[in-house]
């Protein structure tokens, strides 16, 4: 990962609230452990881990600094906790 030396100055604060997961896919026996992870460049920022629940909540904010050099895509990632399975994806 650049340090912010590397990808000069920050020029923005990007800040997501990431809400809940509605209905996401069984990936253990009966549940699954959810947390989502955002991509923002070679910025990685994650939610907690909420055990056992497909329809989870996590009320959380998430920031990531926006530089000139920052591609203008983001990734939201679902993952389950035990093996880093994709459960759910958007891109915008």
Known sequence: MK?????GEVSALLKVRVI?????AVRDLRSSD???VLKLGH???KTRVIK???NPVWDE????????TTP?????VFYRR???DVIGYHQQ
């Open 3 to 7: 340090n912010s030396a590397e990808m």
């Open 20 to 24: 809940n997961g509605t209905r996401l």
């Open 34 to 36: 959810p947390y989502v």
């Open 43 to 45: 910025q990685v920022v």
């Open 52 to 54: 056992s629940n497909l």
């Open 61 to 68: 904010e998430l920031t990531l600094s926006i530089f000139a």
């Open 72 to 76: 203008r895509k983001i990734e939201v």
């Open 82 to 84: 035990m093996i880093r």
